[in-house]
């Protein structure tokens, strides 16, 4: 079975430029969330997806984070412009409910985003 | 709001000998603990995780103990060894429903051979 798929692994841009982030999750997860870790602090919550629908944003920043999920598949996560505070390591989990009504999330290998 | 406290940042042990991270908590209605290795390049990976009616789980050499009360749980290795060199996540979510995963800030853990 496939783990979670994140693209690009690296991406540097400049500030104010656009980029945009793709995670696949594990077929068949109706959950999907974006965590993200900037400069080696704690990995902090941004968004929550229950398929196509958002159930809980309240960690995205400002409004230039912007994530979708069409089709309740995979999501992106679009930063628009850039800042050089969003330097950091996006991460995409995604879950299911398994034995025991236990929700594991299981995380992909994460994206680098460097704003210079 | 939310928040979970881990210590210390980083550790380094004798390859060997054992290794305890410790985190609180600050939220009564986490009831579920996961801990997470990431190793470099890869993502965060659960390794064992521990729920709040349970004071103590134990996987070959890692185990885990909570203190619900005092809202503190910690995890031990024991005879550590070169593979254990990682960055380790303690964190709180509860179990029983799709929710955010709380996360420590970290304890980089190097083994001395």
């Known amino acids: 079975e496939a783990g979670v798929t994140q693209f690009p692994s690296h991406s540097v841009i400049e500030k104010g430029q656009t980029v945009t982030l793709r995670c696949d999750p594990i077929s068949g997860h109706d959950n999907l969330y974006w965590y993200r870790r900037v400069m080696g602090k704690e990995i902090k919550f941004l968004l929550h997806f229950v398929k196509e629908s958002k159930q809980d944003e309240s960690g995205m920043p400002n409004n230039r984070f912007l994530a979708e999920r069409t089709g309740g598949t995979y999501s992106t996560l679009k930063v628009q412009p850039a800042e050089l505070e969003d330097s950091g390591v996006y991460f995409c989990?995604?879950?299911?409910?398994?034995?025991?009504?236990?929700?594991?999330?299981?995380f992909g290998p994460g994206t680098r985003l460097t704003v210079t | 709001g939310e928040n979970v406290e881990q210590h210390p940042s980083t550790l380094s042990v004798q390859e060997g000998d054992s290794a305890v991270i410790k985190c609180t908590y600050s939220?009564?209605?986490?009831?579920?603990f996961p801990w997470y290795k990431q190793e470099l390049g890869k993502g965060p990976q659960l390794i064992i995780d521990?729920?709040?009616?349970?004071g103590e789980k134990k996987d070959q050499r890692i185990a885990v103990t909570l203190n619900k009360t005092a809202k503190h749980f910690s995890l031990h290795i024991t005879e550590t060894q070169p593979e254990d060199s990682a960055v380790y996540f303690c964190?709180?979510?509860?179990?029983?429903?799709?929710?955010?995963?709380?996360f420590g800030s970290g304890t980089r853990l190097s083994i001395r051979p």
């Open positions: 989990a995604s879950s299911q409910e398994g034995r025991q009504g236990l929700y594991e999330q299981y």
């Open positions: 939220d009564s209605a986490s009831n579920y």
């Open positions: 964190a709180a979510s509860s179990y029983s429903s799709a929710s955010k995963i709380i």
């Open positions: 521990i729920r709040s009616n349970v």
